[in-house]
């Protein structure tokens, strides 16, 4: 009788995630997130390119000048979304990051491509402002993307001065890709303790966004 009770003991306890005849063991390492990785500095934003082609963009554009003044029904308005002064500084980039709409440039032609912070109470241009004055510590990005095609580019970074162009560091996305994940539209990239890459006013990042794609950046600041 006991030898029964105890199986059924056994079969009640059973993880529901073991096999059905109880012989495979399935521990779940840290499943459930500390409330402390959720705590601390994120800023999320999204890009969408409906163009036909992909663009480069500048999601941080250093210290060059991306002011631009537009006349819209008889009002001067300005916005952020110049490229001039990186392709005069031989960076070959399409758009830049700013709020609302950007313009990008694909082989000449002019197409227009949408940026938005995740949080309607913080903007893109208050994150690139701050980072100018107080450089910040990266330690983690998440990239996700409606398609698969972003994983075959690359993250471009670079760190501008005045006197000459800074060494550039190819990033391969897909390094970050592993084909047993379950998501194949998601990948994280890990800065190691004490090797945070430096967000600041001489921090140029550059991603190529694919055609008819919506991609997020979900930043984590030290």
Not at 112 to 132: E, G
């Amino acid at each position: 009788m006991n030898r029964y009770k105890r199986e059924i003991m056994n079969r009640a306890s059973r993880n529901l995630t073991n096999r059905a005849d109880g012989n495979m063991q399935v521990d779940l390492v840290q499943a459930d997130p500390n409330v402390s990785d959720g705590l601390g500095k994120f800023f999320g934003f999204t890009i969408t390119n409906g163009a036909a082609s992909p663009v480069a963009t500048a999601i941080f554009p250093a210290n060059f000048d991306t002011e631009r003044y537009v006349i819209n029904d008889g009002a001067v308005i300005k916005t952020y979304d110049n490229i001039t002064a990186l392709n005069n500084a031989g960076y070959n980039v399409g758009a830049v990051l700013c709020d609302g709409t950007t313009q990008a440039t694909i082989n000449g032609k002019t197409v227009n491509m949408t940026c938005a912070s995740n949080d309607p109470m913080r903007t893109i241009k208050q994150l690139l402002d701050f980072v100018k004055l107080n450089p910040q510590k990266l330690k983690h990005m998440d990239i996700i993307s409606s398609t698969e095609n972003m994983w075959s580019g690359y993250l471009t970074i670079t760190f501008c001065n005045p006197f000459y162009k800074g060494k550039e560091t190819t990033v391969q996305l897909n390094t970050y890709f592993s084909r047993f994940q379950y998501q194949d539209g998601r990948i994280g990239i890990d800065w190691t303790d004490g090797n945070e890459l430096t967000v600041s006013d001489l921090s140029l990042l550059i991603s190529t966004i694919p055609a008819e794609a919506t991609v997020q950046f979900l930043l984590t600041f030290e």
